[in-house]
């Protein structure tokens, strides 16, 4: 035992030593060489897509409550679990509208619909907008005196996309406004309302698009039915959950008047200069007004057998009555608006049958409006500013 002591220390230890530094040393230049390789390989790729590459799930780009999303071919974002939105393929057009109501909720044929671009969304996320927007100005000046170049006005409006859409940059407004405008032979005003409406609404911070419903043919025009036809073609672009129905010649003078939806239906040009900045009546619902797309739904639309002028306002008031709602309004002040002058349009004389039919509101809401509209597709405009889509609506029965 004496003999193997020495063996097990002193200097005898030395090559266990050597050998154990020895090893240190060549899994510290293995583990260098790992990181080296690791940062190159990290370099050229895309980093974006480094939480899909690990598992970790993305905060949804379209909702404050925080809910997951999964990212779409097209780069979009949907809350995991809901439904894909249409197609916006521009070789795959949007379906045109049909007769009966499953073919506005269906795809069918088939239509001449380009595709329509929405806003980029980036993967990071991004906090919901304020409940009231801090870049609003208050009133404002509202003329009609100086010529509006459409051209000039989409490059003064570079956050506008084609089609006429707009999403903030910086936050996720939870308001999806589809605003359509029932339209015929008023290019000079669709002018001015592009012209002071769109600053309006990006400083609102709105997520919008701008639909003007063109009727075409010379039939007697029909307001109402080309509401309709806007709600249903605006939702196969979009998941709208907000519908601003506007007259082309109302401007409001304070953007603190938001066009969006709220609670209970809600109605807009409360205070027209043509009627002395006042409510003409309890009941008038007309100009502008924005109603969800539950609400509208729960309403049946809007009466599609008012041709020419008149009625159909009335009509809308009486159908959110019967179906237990209330209108809200802003008050008289921040819901100025201004109108462009003009004479009457042709083809657009006064409706001598509007008292009686609002008399009978009750006994036809519900056979007279989405479930019984009726129209083709003749031609749709992706504009710089909004998108024009060119009906053939009939003509009275």
Same mark, same amino acid.
């Not at 671009?117 to 990071?124: G, S, V």
């Not at 075409?216 to 025009?221: A, I, L, P, Q, R």
């Not at 080309?226 to 409001?252: H, M, R, T, W």
């Given at each position: 035992?004496?003999?193997r002591?020495?063996?097990?220390?002193?200097?005898? *230890?030395m090559?266990?030593?050597?050998?154990?530094?020895?090893? /240190?040393?060549?899994?510290?230049v293995? *583990?260098l060489?790992l990181?080296v390789t690791?940062?190159y390989?990290?370099?050229? /790729?895309?980093?974006s897509?480094l939480?899909y590459l690990?598992?970790?799930?993305?905060p949804?780009?379209g909702?404050?409550?925080?809910?997951?999303?999964?990212?779409?071919p097209s780069?979009?974002?949907r809350?995991?679990?809901a439904?894909?939105?249409?197609s916006?393929?521009?070789?795959?057009?949007r379906p045109?509208p049909?007769?009966?109501?499953?073919?506005?909720?269906?795809?069918g044929?088939?239509?001449?619909?380009?595709?329509?671009?929405?806003?980029?969304?980036?993967?990071?996320?991004?906090?919901a907008?304020?409940?009231?927007?801090?870049?609003?100005?208050?009133?404002?000046?509202?003329?009609?005196?100086v010529?509006v170049d459409?051209?000039?006005?989409?490059?003064?409006n570079?956050?506008v996309k084609?089609?006429?859409?707009?999403?903030p940059?910086?936050?996720?407004?939870?308001?999806?406004?589809?605003?359509?405008?029932?339209?015929?032979?008023?290019?000079?005003?669709?002018?001015y309302?592009l012209?002071y409406?769109?600053?309006?609404l990006?400083?609102?911070?709105?997520?919008?698009?701008?639909?003007?419903?063109?009727?075409?043919g010379d039939?007697?025009?029909?307001r109402?039915k080309?509401?309709?036809?806007g709600?249903?073609?605006?939702?196969?672009?979009?998941?709208y959950?907000?519908?601003?129905f506007s007259?082309?010649?109302?401007?409001?003078?304070?953007?603190?008047?938001?066009?969006?939806c709220?609670?209970?239906? /809600?109605?807009?040009?409360?205070?027209?200069?043509?009627f002395?900045?006042?409510?003409?009546?309890?009941q008038?619902?007309?100009?502008?007004?924005?109603?969800?797309?539950?609400?509208?739904?729960?309403?049946?639309?809007f009466?599609?057998?008012?041709?020419?002028w008149g009625?159909?306002d009335?009509?809308?008031?009486?159908?959110?009555?019967?179906?237990?709602m209330?209108?809200s309004?802003?008050n008289a002040?921040?819901?100025?608006?201004?109108?462009?002058?003009?004479?009457?349009?042709?083809?657009?004389?006064?409706n001598p049958q509007r008292?009686?039919?609002? *008399?009978?509101?009750?006994?036809t809401?519900?056979?007279?409006?989405?479930?019984?509209?009726?129209y083709k597709?003749?031609?749709?405009?992706?504009?710089?500013?909004?998108t024009k889509?060119?009906v053939?609506?009939?003509?009275?029965?």
């Amino acid at each position: 035992m004496r003999f193997r002591e020495p063996l097990l220390g002193g200097s005898a *230890a030395m090559p266990g030593a050597s050998l154990q530094r020895a090893c /240190r040393l060549l899994v510290a230049v293995c *583990a260098l060489h790992l990181g080296v390789t690791l940062v190159y390989y990290l370099a050229g /790729r895309d980093l974006s897509r480094l939480p899909y590459l690990v598992g970790i799930p993305t905060p949804l780009q379209g909702g404050s409550n925080g809910a997951l999303a999964v990212r779409q071919p097209s780069g979009e974002l949907r809350p995991r679990g809901a439904a894909p939105p249409p197609s916006l393929d521009a070789s795959e057009p949007r379906p045109s509208p049909q007769s009966s109501p499953d073919a506005d909720s269906h795809p069918g044929p088939t239509s001449n619909l380009t595709s329509a671009p929405l806003p980029p969304i980036t993967a990071l996320s991004l906090p919901a907008c304020p409940e009231e927007s801090p870049l609003l100005v208050g009133p404002m000046l509202i003329e009609f005196n100086v010529p509006v170049d459409l051209t000039l006005l989409a490059k003064q409006n570079p956050e506008v996309k084609v089609g006429g859409r707009f999403a903030p940059k910086d936050c996720i407004s939870p308001h999806k406004v589809a605003i359509i405008i029932p339209f015929r032979n008023r290019q000079e005003h669709l002018k001015y309302w592009l012209y002071y409406l769109h600053p309006i609404l990006q400083r609102q911070q709105l997520d919008y698009g701008i639909y003007v419903i063109n009727q075409g043919g010379d039939s007697m025009f029909n307001r109402a039915k080309l509401l309709n036809v806007g709600f249903q073609e605006a939702l196969k672009d979009y998941d709208y959950n907000c519908f601003v129905f506007s007259d082309v010649d109302l401007i409001p003078m304070d953007d603190r008047n938001t066009y969006r939806c709220f609670s209970q239906p /809600r109605h807009i040009s409360v205070a027209m200069d043509k009627f002395g900045f006042s409510l003409p009546y309890v009941q008038y619902f007309g100009g502008v007004s924005a109603l969800s797309k539950q609400q509208f739904l729960t309403i049946n639309g809007f009466p599609n057998n008012y041709w020419g002028w008149g009625g159909e306002d009335d009509d809308i008031f009486n159908r959110l009555v019967f179906r237990g709602m209330s209108i809200s309004r802003p008050n008289a002040v921040v819901g100025k608006c201004r109108m462009i002058r003009h004479s009457r349009d042709k083809k657009n004389e006064p409706n001598p049958q509007r008292f009686d039919r609002i *008399a009978h509101t009750k006994e036809t809401m519900l056979s007279d409006g989405l479930n019984t509209l009726t129209y083709k597709v003749l031609d749709v405009e992706r504009n710089p500013l909004y998108t024009k889509i060119t009906v053939d609506v009939g003509t009275p029965s």
